[in-house]
């Protein structure tokens, strides 16, 4: 098992980085699921601006939130 994932992992670390087009489809998707958490944030709690304590929060949600989307 750790063989199949070092070597899918490799697969998608080199394709990151011969595609360019590729790459910018994961940076944006993660870029929108930390902006997406940052407005449902917002709304949520009616903040309109957030601290560093805000922003950490935001942060792990949006990469739950991302890494949710990826594995459906």
Same mark, same amino acid.
């Given at each position: 098992?750790? +063989?199949?994932?070092?070597?899918?992992?490799?697969?998608?670390?080199?394709?990151?980085? !011969? +595609?360019?087009?590729?790459?910018?489809?994961?940076?944006?998707?993660?870029?929108?699921?930390?902006? +997406?958490?940052?407005?449902?944030?917002?709304?949520?709690?009616? !903040?309109?601006?957030?601290?560093?304590? +805000?922003?950490?929060?935001?942060?792990?949600?949006?990469?739950?939130?991302?890494?949710?989307?990826?594995? !459906?």
């Amino acid at each position: 098992m750790v +063989d199949e994932l070092q070597n899918a992992l490799e697969v998608l670390r080199n394709a990151l980085i !011969k +595609d360019e087009g590729y790459r910018m489809s994961w940076q944006a998707n993660i870029a929108m699921a930390y902006k +997406d958490n940052e407005n449902w944030y917002q709304q949520k709690n009616n !903040k309109k601006y957030l601290n560093s304590k +805000d922003k950490h929060l935001i942060a792990n949600q949006a990469a739950n939130y991302f890494l949710e989307q990826l594995c !459906k």
